[in-house]
Each structure stands twice: as C-alpha cells, then as structure tokens.
C-alpha cells in the first residue's frame, strides 16, 4: 500500500514552502482589509491614517502606558489629528509584559491627546487602552474621538 504522502524530501519542501507562501499571502490579504477599514473610519472622524509610527509616539508613550512592566512598546495603525488646540492620537500599541518565563506579547488600541504649545513643566496625558476582549475594529471606536470637534 502506498502513503498518501510522498517520503521524498524534495516533495515535503515543496509542500512546506507551498502552505508558508498560502500563510503569507493570506496575512497580507488580512492587513491589507485592516488598513483600508482604519483609512474609512480617519476619514469618517476627520482626521488621519498612517501605517506606521511617523511621529515616533512608541518613545512619547512607553513609560506611560497603564500596564506595570510593559516593554517593549511597538506602535502602528496610527490614526491622529488635532482636536480643539490639541492633537489627539488613537494607535495600536504592541507591548511585552512579565518577567522571564512568563512574557507574552499583547496588543491593544490605546489614546492619548497633548496640547498644541508643549511646555516642560507641563504634565503629559494618561495613555488610556481600550477594553479587553474586541476586535482590533471595535477597540478603535471605543476611543473615537467626539466628531464634532475633530479636524477643527
């Protein structure tokens, strides 16, 4: 009786290869359609969207995060725009938290806003997370912004 699987190592190479490109092609599908729903709602809340960390917020924000031990701090899908005479930042935050064996990576949607004239002696705003347990999409509304004074 012959296995259903080919024991040639070429084959099995093959095959790897073959579902490690479906994994990767189905990744990028996936955050290509989390991009352009974040692009709609900037748009829909008048502000914008930026992919990357443009405006280097991960260093702004790692110290304040509401997490103790957070580290490692990564941001991403950010979406900003001023807000009365602040600007107001809503991001997906990216941290490691725990000690030695028992670190795990998270992610969640996090916000923050800073008046427009910085001052050293001013105090900086909390990073406030949104809840638990949504959807990267639901965590993002929970921290919208009020749309009537966004982009005025």
Known sequence: MRPWFSPDPVVALLALAGCTLLAGLL???????RKRRLRRLAAQWRMTYSSRDRLR???RIADRL????????YVADV????EGGRYRYIFTAEYTVGVVRTKRRQL????FSESRQRRPDQSPDPVVLAPEGLSILEQYQKLAPSTSNVGK
């Open 66 to 73: 509401p997490i103790p031990g957070a580290a490692d701090v």
């Open 57 to 59: 917020i991960s260093h």
């Open 79 to 82: 979406i900003y725009g001023s």
């Open 27 to 33: 990744e990028m599908g996936a955050r290509r359609r």
């Open 108 to 111: 969640r949607v996090a916000a």
